[in-house]
């Protein structure tokens, strides 16, 4: 896994978005099209502004998935990523060719996760541009995360830890507020991404980046499984790399 820090996030989000925007880019000259997953959360404000300010992408030959969405929430809740995705991204970048939504609103989770399964299989990820959590959490697989299912996505349980950074970071009033199940990516479907960019800014990022980087490969910090992908580059500002011992 190669790693890259700069002094503030907006530098390293310029640098991850200029990184995805080549890749995306190279996707679509020699497929017609690129398809990609986007990450949401505080995190990847730099990266997504980043991303929508390269006009030599074509978005019209993009399809986006996205990692996750709470159980419950509809798509205007503040807090729901396809809410976030549709203001940050999608309304900016103009018509995409495709956008599949997770719908975690649905009256049948477990259906949900077999129709966007059966979306994805069609569509081998270019890029994926992804976050870690304040637990090691790669999407809302939290630990100890399954490392073996090859179920494109799943309805999990979120933990504790996981709830209060979603609280910390201002989507919600109340922790109890903080839906307890999602539908997320599983790790095994990230992992098949062709390409994945990590973004990891802010000091409360910096414990979880050093036992992804320098900690055991383990599912008790799920993002430790990077170290296994061929094409993984991490992006840092040096409060999220404090923590880093070489």
């Known amino acids: 896994m190669e790693r890259f820090v700069f002094d503030t996030a907006d530098e390293m989000g310029a640098a991850a978005a200029a990184d995805a925007a080549e890749r995306i880019v190279a996707a679509i000259e020699r497929a017609g099209q690129a398809n990609i ?6 995190s990847q404000f730099a990266t997504l502004d980043g991303l929508i300010g390269h006009t030599e992408i ?3 030959r993009v399809v986006m998935f996205h990692l ?3 159980i419950g929430l509809d798509d205007q809740h503040p807090a729901s990523f396809r809410r976030y995705l549709r203001e940050r991204f999608v309304d900016r970048a103009g018509p995409l060719r495709a956008v599949h939504w997770v719908r975690g609103d649905v009256a049948d989770p477990a259906a949900e996760c077999r129709r966007l399964g059966e979306i994805i299989a ?3 990820i270019d890029v994926a541009l992804i976050g870690i959590g304040e637990n090691g959490h790669l999407a809302f697989n939290d630990p100890p995360a ?6 494109p996505y799943l309805v999990v349980d979120l ?9 910390g970071e201002g989507w919600f009033a109340t922790l109890d507020d903080v839906p307890r199940r999602a539908i997320s990516m599983s790790i095994r479907q990230i992992l098949k991404s062709h390409s994945i960019i990590v973004s990891v800014p802010d000091e409360r990022k910096a414990q979880a980046v050093h036992d992804a980087i320098e900690g ?3 599912n008790h910090c799920p993002a430790s499984i990077l170290r296994e992908h061929g094409d993984c580059r991490l992006y840092l500002d040096v409060a999220a790399a404090s923590r880093l011992g070489r």
Do not use: N, S, V, W
């Open 37 to 42: 997953i986007l990450a949401t959360g505080a």
């Open 58 to 60: 074509d978005f019209a």
């Open 68 to 70: 996750d969405e709470y």
């Open 122 to 124: 069609e569509h081998p």
């Open 146 to 151: 399954d490392f073996d299912t090859e179920k």
């Open 159 to 167: 933990d504790e830890r996981c709830r209060r950074q979603q609280l």
């Open 216 to 218: 055991p490969l383990t």
